[in-house]
């Protein structure tokens, strides 16, 4: 059976929780296939990226489905599926890696908060390449034009970063779970 996820949030730790008990609850439950939809303006990386690797790691299929957008870190989450598509007018957005920073920061702080946000923006970059097969330094080249990068979805079919453009369509009778923000 297949659980279907419907994850239009920002990518923060309560929604990223809610999303891996969504998952989780799937394996435990006896779900043989996870479908994942997903529109997302990004936000916390380390929550993104941490995920990924857990939709990754699980003995179940799991598929994508660009419903709308996924920027930033949830091109990750989006690519952690083995099998990924888009709607049509879907797009999805690079940009390099931003820190929330309210202080007084000394100088070697600033140094430890630049290699942080390298170490990030490089964590973003492997891991899409890694769940797509794309180069590293194509995706590292998305997130660092001086505007970001936004593909379409015929741009993410032609750069292999989805498998198919299909219009998403929920089966009757199947579970369903959705996550929003608030």
């Known amino acids: 059976m297949t659980k279907y996820i419907v994850f239009t949030a920002d990518v923060g730790k309560e929604t990223a929780a809610k999303l891996r008990a969504a998952i989780t609850d799937a ?4 779900m043989s296939e996870i479908y994942l939809a997903i529109s997302s303006g990004g936000g916390n990386v380390v929550e993104g990226l941490s995920i990924a690797a857990l939709m990754r790691s699980l003995p179940i299929d799991i598929a994508t489905h660009n419903i709308g957008q996924t920027d930033s870190v949830s091109n990750v989450i989006f690519a952690a599926g083995k099998k990924r598509y888009a709607n049509g007018h879907a797009s999805f957005m690079f940009h390099g890696v931003t820190l929330p920073v309210n202080a007084n920061l000394a100088e070697h702080q600033l140094g430890e908060l630049y290699e942080q946000v390298k170490r990030l923006r490089g964590a973003i970059s492997t891991a899409f390449a890694l769940y797509t097969g794309i180069k590293v330094e194509d995706v590292t080249a998305w997130m660092s034009a001086d505007s970001g990068s936004i593909l379409s979805a015929a741009d993410g079919l032609s750069k292999t970063i989805i498998h198919e453009i299909r219009d998403f369509n929920i089966p ?6 959705t996550i929003g923000n608030g």
Not at 172 to 177: K, S, T, Y
């Open 27 to 30: 394996l435990n439950t006896g």
């Open 172 to 177: 009757q009778g199947v579970q369903i779970i």
